[in-house]
């Protein structure tokens, strides 16, 4: 059992668990409001009865098109306008104020736009996950070309590297480290995109339903419907890292 | 085989170095001591093309692919083994991969590291990614080799080990060779002519002495040599000669 125990991850579990039966038991005491705070047994069953009547079917398959076509996109736009802007600097004084504004603001105020251009459909939701996860991805493959080891850069010159050797054996590896470094955010971010956009007007998705659940003062559908988006990107997470292990094998290894 | 005239660079207008004339012969081993700061790998980086000169012309009878460039540290691509990092430079020439990588293997077995090829950067110590650059070099066969402090971050043993191997290099390659130092010891040891720096700003050639020891070299019979200790002399009053006139004009 000690042994057991230096582990973190099993050190995790039990002080979650422990935090669930804690919480179990001060619901059957009645010391917790069931209206505000229902027993985890309650949302367990609630989240049960989603997947039972296959309900939920529709709306994760909204919300995960959504985070993940956001993604992608975002990626691609980042990625593509990053390097853009670091290699090109005519370019860069038209890009880059545009994306420090789009910084500066809280991009999902951009949300009700995309309806009005969009529609209610998916477009807008994936436009609003990819407008949230580019500008991440921008910053990190612009500064990460910028403050590539100049050192390294003179290496490959003097070796004879043109500019295509250049980028592929020396920007390209680093800009891919440092986008390893945001993709987490990024897939945090594209969620966010997706789920805000359907809070502000859509007719299926995880967004809609917790809307749904909140007008109807549903705390149990509220609690198990977050429950459920945390799985998936504890999910996407370690995708991720699995991901960044092998991309940046030389940090690991 | 070089020839510097009347070169001066800098960053910016100002000039680091002035008028600079040095000349590295066919197979003759020359080194450029002077401060830190007094613009030595600014000088490398001149005959390089890294770095524009402010004035003054480079001379070199030899294409730019016959320079081989040992730097002052020792980054190597940490994403890229020792073998793909020895090998890229093969590769940039037009090598295949897998030619590219066995002249790789060969020269990393010729220093010593071929159990090493599969390792990352981190995975090797500082005298282990020296021979990395090192091998990197030298599997480009250059016919000039410019070192810019190469030994500097390096453990006094492993320093004078891995020295002592590359004067074999240059031996057995017949390079030439301008190396940079700050270590006057290890000019005198390894050089046949010495081109002293004075100190900067706008810092020049103070003197020039050749060391009449023969070639080949070993490390430390040099230092017994009888006219080891008087050149050691005479270079250090040179250098600090011209740290006092700088001081005085400042
Ligand atoms: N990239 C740079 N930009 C501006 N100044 C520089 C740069 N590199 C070197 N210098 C300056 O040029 C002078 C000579 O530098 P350097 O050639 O590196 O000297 P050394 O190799 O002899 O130590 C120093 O005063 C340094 O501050
Ligand atoms: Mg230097």
Known sequence: MKRLLDHTTVRRVVALLLLLALWETASRLNWLDPFYAPAPSAIGKVLFSLFAEGQIWTHLEATFSAAMLGLVAGLALGIVLGFVAALMPLLAQLIEPVMILLNAIPRVILAPLFVIWLGIELASKVALALILVAVLIFFAVYSGIKEVDQRLVERVRTLGGDRRVLIREVYVPSVTAWIMGSLKVAVGFAFTGAIVGEFVASSRGLGYLLQFAQSSYNAALTIALITLIMAFVIVLFAISEWLERRLLRWRYV | ?250
């Open chain 2, 1 to 250: 085989m070089l020839r510097v005239r009347n070169l001066s660079v800098g960053y910016g207008a100002e000039p680091v170095l002035e008028g600079i004339d040095l000349e590295v012969k066919t197979g003759e081993f020359a080194s450029l001591i002077g401060p830190s700061g007094s613009g030595k790998t600014s000088v490398l980086r001149a005959v390089t093309r890294l770095l524009q000169p402010l004035a003054g012309s480079i001379e070199l009878d030899l294409e730019p692919n016959d320079i081989g460039f040992l730097f002052q540290d020792d980054a190597l691509l940490p994403w890229r083994t020792a073998r793909q990092n020895v090998a890229l430079g093969l590769r940039i020439r037009g090598n295949a991969v897998k030619e590219a990588e066995n002249v790789a293997d060969h020269w990393l077995g010729r220093l010593g590291l071929g159990v090493f090829g599969d390792r990352y950067p981190r995975q090797l110590s500082g005298g282990q990614r020296k021979r990395v650059a090192i091998a990197q070099v030298l599997a480009l066969r250059p016919k000039l080799l410019l070192m810019d402090e190469p030994f500097a971050s390096l453990d006094a043993i492993v320093r004078t080990r891995i020295t002592q191997e590359l004067l074999a290099w240059v031996e057995q390659e017949h390079m030439a060779v301008l190396l940079v130092t700050h270590d006057l010891e290890e000019a005198i040891s390894v050089s046949d002519v010495v081109y002293v720096l004075s100190q900067g700003p706008r810092a020049g050639i103070r003197a020039r002495h050749e060391i009449p020891i023969p070639r080949p070299r070993n490390l430390l019979e040099t230092r017994r040599d009888p006219c080891f200790a008087p050149l050691l002399t005479t270079l250090w009053d040179d250098l600090s000669a011209a740290s006092v006139t700088d001081d005085s004009t400042q």
